[in-house]
């Protein structure tokens, strides 16, 4: 059944991304006193940075299926896109980096950008993008290096795309 939404197998997932854009919903989780929760990446790209939770949507996946699955899946707990407020679309343009480390080819996403709000703190969440999770006050994530410039992006004043028409 072509029209369920399924990961890739590896050799085609690498030639799309070699080829094309990818798209993907990035998670600005904030909680009651306004930090925002990060997770240090794990794999390329934006490997050993801090950087928003979030993922890629799958051929055949609607935007709000994509936006439970990532919830689920990037901090533990599905939600819905109701729950959220939708922030903008951006891109990110990572040159040389991509999730299999090839040289000579980079990962070009288009970002959808969602912010959650939580009054708890989420303790126990999912290890398999990112080694750890810490809460930064927007202050201090502007002015940590460790902080990937595309997470700054969402709070540093540079506006996503915006049709100018």
């Known amino acids: 059944m072509d029209d369920i939404p399924k990961k890739l197998d590896p050799e085609i ?3 799309i991304v070699k080829h094309t854009p990818l798209v993907s919903i990035d998670l600005i ?3 009651q006193y306004r930090q925002i ?3 240090m990446r794990k794999n390329n790209p934006a490997r050993e940075y801090w950087f928003v939770p979030g993922g890629r ?10 936006f439970q699955r990532i919830t689920g899946s990037e901090l533990g ?3 819905t896109i109701d729950q959220s407020v939708f922030t903008g679309v951006y891109e990110h343009i990572h040159k040389k980096e991509n999730f299999l480390n090839d040289s000579g080819y980079g990962t070009h996403y ?5 912010r959650l709000y939580t009054s708890e703190l989420i ?3 999912p290890r398999e993008q990112h080694a750890g999770y810490k809460w930064f006050n927007v202050q201090d994530l502007l002015n940590d290096p460790e902080v990937h410039p595309y997470v700054k992006n969402y709070f540093n004043g540079t506006a996503p795309f915006k049709n100018k028409g």
């Open 110 to 114: 288009v970002v959808m950008a969602f």
């Open 13 to 15: 997932f690498r030639l």
């Open 57 to 66: 949507i799958l051929k055949n996946e609607t935007i709000r299926d994509a």
């Open 77 to 79: 707990i599905s939600l």
């Open 37 to 39: 929760m990060l997770g």
């Open 29 to 31: 989780v904030t909680n």
């Open 123 to 125: 303790n126990e969440l």
